[in-house]
């Protein structure tokens, strides 16, 4: 899939290439949260060790050009799969070792959190997502029970590009599509898609969401000035997808997308809150639960996931693989937990300069 200085370049930005389609990277929370320095809003929102996650894909190659990516547009994209089909194992055993292989000089680090550095060494969750569109890989489900036989979860993000491949999916922890705008023509500006009819496949994977019974999430990634436009318009896809959750997050003005887009594209956290508030407004059955200020992101549930006393956004993790185990029918309010933190949101204070990074 890759050429030689393809495969280079991408080393040098601390991937590692796994076999001749897959890829890993430590993400940046793993190696703050290692540092003692606080985990991911996956944490926070739904109990996801950040520091036993492995972020990787099973296709470096994606049917989409997005503005916002962070990939540059020398990166492959293809509507088919045109390379040699990696064995699952091989990905998982191989994806496994290059993640640890990253984090070993994290050893030597002065400020390091010394229990939660040996539990980085075992992987729990696997965030199938970095780059590219991991659900293209023709062999993903048998990827996906692989994962799930070593005592791994699966978070998968798809751009709704496959919908067939969507339909077929396995039960995974939490589901993933990207929603990255509210109409047709602002999908092909924002997402640039190769497929011609990108914004029919775009809808067929928010039906086939529908249909899931797991976790499902739509994340929306907010560019100001071009996608946060017309609440109502994303409540009507938002209804035809019915997912359990939705982030609405900011875009991060990081890696190449630095040469589309300005920092001004970039939402301020008091801007995400304010979009997220026009969506709620329009979605009865959802709540705003919590929120993520470095990431800039807002949750929103589903009324189903709020007990007496209080959110059940968590995952039980025990209790998912238990159903898997026991050839169960893997439904998402039977393996919640409560959420620890459900403090309401403050957006009087001043968005914190921090530090950014590509996160899925
Ligand atoms: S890859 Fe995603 S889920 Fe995993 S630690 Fe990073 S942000 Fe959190």
New binding site residues.
């Given amino acids: 899939m890759l050429t030689e200085q393809a495969k280079k370049e991408l080393e040098r930005q601390h991937y590692r290439v796994v076999g001749e389609h897959s890829a890993v990277k430590v ?1 940046g ?2 190696k703050k949260m290692i540092r003692g320095e606080g985990g ?1 809003y ?1 944490l926070k929102f739904y109990g ?1 060790m ?1 520091h036993q ?1 492995l ?1 990787g894909t099973s296709s470096i190659s994606c049917a989409n050009r997005c503005t916002f990516c962070w990939r540059g547009y020398k990166a492959p994209v293809s509507k088919e799969w045109k390379w040699g089909v990696d064995d699952p194992e091989f990905i998982i055993d191989e994806s496994v070792k290059a993640h640890h292989d990253l984090l070993v000089g994290y050893g030597g680090y002065e400020k390091l959190n010394k229990k939660i550095y040996e539990e980085s060494k075992t992987v729990k ?1 696997v ?1 199938l997502s970095l780059t590219g569109e991991p659900i293209m890989y023709p062999r993903f489900n048998e990827l996906i029970k692989g994962f799930h036989n070593k005592g791994i979860s699966t ?1 998968v993000v798809t751009n709704g590009q496959y919908p067939e491949a969507i339909e077929t999916l396995e039960p995974v922890t939490q589901l993933y599509i990207s929603m990255d705008s509210p109409n047709k023509e602002n999908m092909r500006v924002v997402d640039k898609p190769l497929f011609p009819d990108y914004w029919d496949r775009f809808l067929r994977s928010l039906d086939a969401m529908k249909q899931k019974k797991f976790r499902t999430t739509v994340r929306l990634t907010l560019i100001k000035g071009i996608n946060m436009i017309e609440p109502e318009s994303y409540a009507k896809l938002l209804g035809r997808a019915d997912p359990d959750f939705i982030e609405i997050k900011a875009y991060m003005w990081v890696g190449e997308s630095r040469e589309r887009l300005k920092k001004e594209n970039m939402p301020f956290y008091e801007d995400v809150h304010a979009f997220a508030q026009d969506l709620k407004a329009v979605l009865p059955e959802y709540e705003l639960v919590t929120d993520h200020k470095p990431s800039r992101v807002v949750l929103l549930a589903k009324k189903k996931f709020k007990k007496s006393d209080g959110w059940y956004t968590w995952i039980d993790f025990e209790k998912f693989f238990t159903l898997l185990q026991e050839g169960k029918e893997i439904i998402a309010e039977e393996f919640t937990k409560r959420t620890p933190q459900q403090t309401m949101p403050k957006i009087d204070e001043a968005t914190p300069e921090i530090e950014f990074w590509q ?2």
Avoid: G, P, V, Y
């Fill in positions: 993400c929370w793993t991911c996956k996801i950040s996650c972020q969750h965030a978070f996160e899925d």
